[in-house]
């Protein structure tokens, strides 16, 4: 069948040696072969080993910053004022997105996604890395986080990331003391710390959640993800645990701030309760207010809008810069200057006519009262509001050793509060003229300034915190909200001990006394100009009324008369302590627009009083 | 007439050790397979049962004598070389003509011709006095040819050359002059830039990728540069089982299927790949310890082409991943993830133990 076998025979030995032959020579090779190729494993897994190792570790291991948990901030009776809540934000990492364009529009189909969000997206990638994600959408509702669920394959490189929201329990009550946390802004970045921060989002804004950033904070922990080839991490590896922020205690309480909250009704104002044996802030409050939530998340530019055009002027933090002539309120600091002085004695009498002129000049200074109220010593001076008297007064004393004086009560000085941004307010004097208005002093501005007017300028802060030291017999406490603080998670509180201040130097006793024994007649006796408050009070008040022609406007703004009528060109002021024996809280009320300060301040005073020293607690 | 102790079919006589080998190997393969897939159990499941059919295969084929294969093999060929081109014009796959569906059964004729055209080469030199003359060395090249040439226009550059290599293993075992195969290699050298031209650019860009895969880290150098990284990193005694990350967190890709060689080196290191290539090379070794006891000269150089064929998938595939040879898409044999190419492995060895088991017994 085959020619080749007809025509040569096969030597089957020789063949079967050459195969062997050729066998040996081929096992001879692939031994060779394996052995390069041993050899080519070796290289990578022992020689390699170390470096590729690295890649490999390199590949996979990522480090990320983790944001420590913000400290939690409590009243003085470890009630919640701002906490956090879990909640869901998306975010969009640049790198791992193809058509960033396309992806927002088709995003935005999906979730509500506005021009606004897109503008502030764009404004915060500047801030971040590429491979870094960058918020979109703060606080997504239960439906939009199933809804991306669902559509999840579309977005590649777009997640939802659970987080901690800043939250305040009571919304507006304490915004002007509280203040917010809000996002990061290019600002707020030149200042902060960049590797504290490099995983947070939020920063505190105003109040004490900015004063105390550093504490409520934390320290940033750094965490090592392992990530799969499209960058997204897996597993912990592991974790530096960031140190959360400490929990603040605060001094406030909040049925004594609800109280003053809900006293001062509509009326725009201010009241501030001090505790004068430590400088605690009981109650600070600035209506009208807004809803501190607004502006964790980035508030709308409706509900902006809205808070701008409010004629109140939400934004504005009345009782730590409004700008109040304290008018009457100023009296018993007065009369403590004139009797400590030594200008006049506790039990000199000063005739009331009702119009007072100085001497070569025909300009009547008037008392309220038409007629006047007759003689009277520093108590009846007190309880009636007798200007005359304090004309008189501070004709005698001049206004620098007034000055000089009532600046040891902390007027005309920031008080040293643990907020930012207050006023110092203003008390005058001849330097003072000179310097700012580069004019000389005229002796009609002292007469005016002994009543509390004229130049006189103080914030609600300042007259609460000088009423508190008068309260304690010139015993000073810089005021103060935060009273402790602890480690998170933790127990205790370590209190920080109180800040004293220079204190105020008594003459003669007595002089202190004439005063507290005037104030308490405004309310409890029978011609007190507050007595309408004395009704079933169960303790003793220390107080004083002032009605002042001007109102909270800002330092250089002018006051537009045809917008107000007659009779609300008027704050209502109060100051009061109580009980006048011990007093344990001194509070400063100013009402504006409102009327007379022993019609409308007082009464606010006294609910205030009410909430502290009847509650049971105290 | 048929003389007594005549019998068309026996009952499977197969070489334990071998045998022992190839399961071992095996073995080897799911365990590997298994991390590799994320611990998929289907996938695993798959595996198996392509691997009890292949050894099913195997015994079947253990218990048909050589005379038979030699009978069959020229039909073989041409039934292979016929379904070849016929992919060429029917023919699916991703972007090349490499699989015939049948409804049932999809697969590559280039397989079947991994068998076939080793045979096909033995078959036309057993009956001839060997060392083949220059002539008849022609006509194999001639034979080798054609089908390379068909699959290589599939485009299946690997495939190709490895069917080719099979057919030219019996040439080199039936004697060819050591100066032919030298003037060949020098002329192949010589040729190198030509074959540049013939490549398609793909093909041309793995060359390029295999001479500098830093050039395009995140593109074409992607997987080797990861394939060496999880070798690497698996270091002398590895990551542990199912511990890899470069597979895991899916920087190897393939990792079932081509590159699985290195998702093993990272979880086992240099010892668990010292051990697989020992089974390998311990597979081969008895292979051609077998191929020599083959009965006639068919039995001989197929066997022979078998085992070195199959040396050389090992080799290809180890090097490839190691970064030693361009990518080239050749599984590793009985470890790597597969369909067909496993039948006609386990097929192949199905072919080695009928050598066995109708070797000489004379010559010890």
Do not use: C
Request: glycine share 10%; hydrophobic share 45%; charged share 20%.
């Amino acid at each position: 069948m085959n020619r080749a076998h007809r025509h040569v025979l096969k030597d089957q030995r020789l063949e079967a040696e050459l195969f062997s032959r050729r066998v040996l020579v081929a096992l001879v090779v692939i031994l060779a072969v394996f052995l390069v190729l041993l050899g080519r494993y070796l290289q990578l897994q022992w020689l390699q080993h170390d470096d590729l190792s690295a890649r490999s570790d390199r590949n996979r291991i990522r480090l990320q910053a983790v944001n420590p948990n913000r400290g939690l901030i409590y009243d003085r009776n470890g009630r919640l004022l701002a906490t956090n809540v879990p909640a869901y934000r998306l975010e969009l990492t640049p790198e791992r997105v193809e058509d960033i364009g396309g992806t927002l529009e088709e995003l935005a189909g999906l979730l509500d996604i506005t021009d606004v969000h897109i503008q502030r997206f764009e404004q915060r990638r500047d801030q971040y890395r590429r491979f870094q994600g960058v918020p979109l959408r703060f606080l997504l509702s239960e439906q939009e986080v199933a809804r991306f669920a669902v559509n999840r394959h579309r977005f590649p490189g777009v997640e939802i990331v659970p987080y901690l929201t800043r939250q305040y329990p009571y919304d507006e009550l304490f915004t002007h003391v509280l203040g917010y946390v809000g996002r990061i802004d290019a600002d707020d970045l030149s200042v902060l710390d960049g590797d504290n921060y490099r995983a947070a989002t939020h920063v505190g804004k105003i109040g004490v959640e900015q004063y105390r950033e550093s504490v409520l904070h934390g320290i940033s922990g750094i965490e090592q993800v392992e990530t799969n080839a499209e960058g997204r991490a897996v597993r912990t590896v592991s974790r530096n645990n960031p140190k959360p922020g400490r929990d603040l205690m605060l001094s406030l309480d909040i049925d004594v701030q609800r109280t003053a909250w809900t006293a001062l009704g509509d009326s725009a104002g201010a009241v501030v309760a001090v505790d004068p044996r430590n400088g605690d802030i009981l109650a600070f409050v600035s209506k009208p207010s807004f809803d501190a939530n607004l502006f964790v998340n980035g508030v709308s530019q409706q509900a902006y809008d809205e808070i701008l055009a409010d004629a109140g002027r939400p934004l504005f933090n009345r009782a730590l810069k409004g700008a109040y002539e304290p008018g009457s309120t100023f009296k018993p600091f007065v009369a403590l200057a004139g009797l400590e002085s030594g200008v006049m004695q506790h039990d000199q009498r000063v005739f009331s006519s009702g119009r007072f002129t100085l001497p070569n000049s025909e300009r009547p200074y008037r008392d309220w009262q038409r007629g006047g109220h007759g003689w009277v010593d520093v108590r009846g001076a007190l309880e009636q509001s007798v200007n005359t008297y304090f004309y008189q007064m501070a004709l005698e004393l001049g206004i620098d050793a007034m000055h000089q004086y009532l600046s040891q009560f902390g007027f005309g000085l920031a008080s040293g509060v643990d907020l930012s941004s207050e006023s110092a307010g203003i008390l005058p004097s001849r330097e003072w003229k000179r310097r700012t208005h580069n004019q000389i002093w005229f002796p009609g501005e002292t007469v005016i300034a002994g009543i509390g007017q004229g130049a006189n300028v103080v914030t609600p802060l300042q007259l609460a915190a000088a009423t508190a030291t008068l309260a304690a017999q010139g015993m000073r406490y810089r005021p103060r909200l935060v009273t402790a603080t602890r480690e998170s998670g933790s127990g205790d509180f370590q209190s920080l001990p109180p800040v004293s201040l220079p204190s105020v130097p008594i003459a003669d006793e007595a002089n202190w006394q004439a005063v507290y024994a005037g104030m308490i007649a405004v309310v409890h006796g029978q011609r007190g100009t507050a007595k309408g408050i004395s009704e079933n009070v169960g303790y003793t008040v220390a107080g004083k009324t002032g009605t002042a022609q001007l109102f909270g406007l800002r330092e250089g703004e002018v006051y537009e008369e045809e917008q107000v009528a007659a009779h609300l060109r008027h704050n209502a002021l109060f100051i009061a302590f109580a009980p006048a024996e011990a007093p344990t809280i001194a509070v400063a009320v100013v009402a504006e627009h409102s009327g007379a300060g022993s019609t409308v301040a007082a009464p606010i005073a006294r609910a205030v009083l009410d909430a502290w020293l009847l509650d049971d607690a105290q | 007439m048929k003389p007594a102790n005549f019998r068309w079919l026996h009952f499977p006589r197969v070489d334990i050790p071998l045998l022992v080998g190839l399961l071992l190997a095996a073995l080897i393969g799911l365990a590997a397979l298994y991390s590799a897939s994320d611990q998929n159990p289907a996938t695993v499941y798959r595996q198996v049962v392509r691997l009890g059919v292949g050894f099913t295969v195997l015994l079947a084929f253990s218990s048909i004598p050589p005379r038979l294969f030699r009978l069959w093999t020229p039909w073989a060929y041409l039934l292979g070389v016929l379904l070849l081109a016929v992919t060429l014009i029917v023919g699916e796959g991703r972007g090349t003509n490499r699989w015939l569906d049948f409804g049932v059964v999809r697969f590559q004729p280039s397989e079947i011709m991994k068998l076939a055209l080793p045979m096909a080469v033995a078959w036309y030199l057993h009956s001839r006095p060997l060392p083949p003359r220059f002539a008849e060395s022609g006509l194999v090249v001639a034979m080798v040819a054609v089908p390379m040439a068909i699959i290589y226009f599939q485009p299946d550059l690997g495939t190709a050359l490895l069917v080719g290599v099979s057919g030219l293993f019996v040439l080199y075992l039936a004697g060819l002059q050591w100066r032919l195969m030298g003037a060949t290699a020098a002329l192949g050298l010589v040729a190198l830039p030509l074959l540049w031209f013939l490549m398609h650019e793909y093909q041309r860009n793995r060359i390029r990728t295999f001479l500098n895969p830093e050039n395009d880290p995140l593109g074409e150098g992607w997987n080797i540069i990861q394939s060496k990284i999880a070798a690497g990193s698996g270091g002398l005694l590895g990551k542990g089982w199912l511990n890899g990350t470069q597979s895991h967190l899916e920087f190897l890709p393939e990792s079932s299927t081509d590159f699985i060689l290195s998702v093993y080196a990272e979880e086992f290191g240099f010892f668990g790949v010292a051990v697989l290539f020992s089974i390998y090379l311990f597979i081969v070794w008895r292979s051609l310890w077998i191929a020599k006891q083959g009965h006639d000269s068919y039995s001989r150089l197929l066997a022979g082409s078998l085992a070195m064929t199959f040396f050389v998938y090992v080799i290809v595939n180890a090097a490839m991943v190691s970064g030693l040879l361009p990518v080239v898409g050749v599984p590793l044999p009985l470890v790597s993830y597969g369909g067909t190419s496993i039948v006609t492995l386990l097929g192949g060895f199905g072919i080695l133990m009928s050598v066995y088991g109708h070797r000489r017994f004379t010559l010890r």
